[in-house]
């Protein structure tokens, strides 16, 4: 791995632990708060691909697993992968990888609403998928009650699809620019 993707690994690491820093918003009727992160899940994804997110991810939960608090709310530990988030937390590397490989798949140049269905299907979708059974099993609760609660945090997670598509766009067209750019200047001098 060359040091600019570990850079940037370790830097969508730290973002999630910043996202980590605002505070939950806790619901009565579920044990798993509403948080900023997922935004950070799928930025990971859209903006560094499906191989570079999914990492980032991953590193994130090491972090966390060795103590540090950096998930909302202050929490951290192991104990937290065997809580009623767990399905959600465990779900993130693999959702950052699926965006991110619908990125790479997508016809270029990208279009935000495209990249907001991405958001949708392997950013929300499917990190409940993961989720939702999980929070039934830990509260031992049906899996439709699980379900039903669970519907709270759609509406705040496609505000955070939308931001994560439309920022995320923007960060790759920049990004890739400015790296075309450099490969063309040094192929140029040589």
Known sequence: MKTKEMTYVALFAAIMIVLGFLPPIVLPFTPVPITAQTLGVML????????????????FLLVIAAGVPGL?????GAGVFVGPSAGYI?????SAFLIGLLIEKARQPLQVWKVFLYNFVAGIVFVYLCGIPVVAFVMDISLGTAAVSGLAYLPGDLIKAVIAATLGVKIRQRLFKNQTALTQNRTISQ
């Not at 990971?44 to 590193?59: E, F, P, T």
């Not at 465990?90 to 693999?94: A, I, Q, Y």
Request: glycine share 26%; proline share 4%.
């Open 44 to 59: 990971a994804g859209v903006v560094l691909g499906a191989r570079l997110g999914g990492m980032s991810m991953i590193v």
């Open 72 to 76: 909302a709310g202050g929490r951290g």
């Open 90 to 94: 465990l779900s993130w590397p693999l």
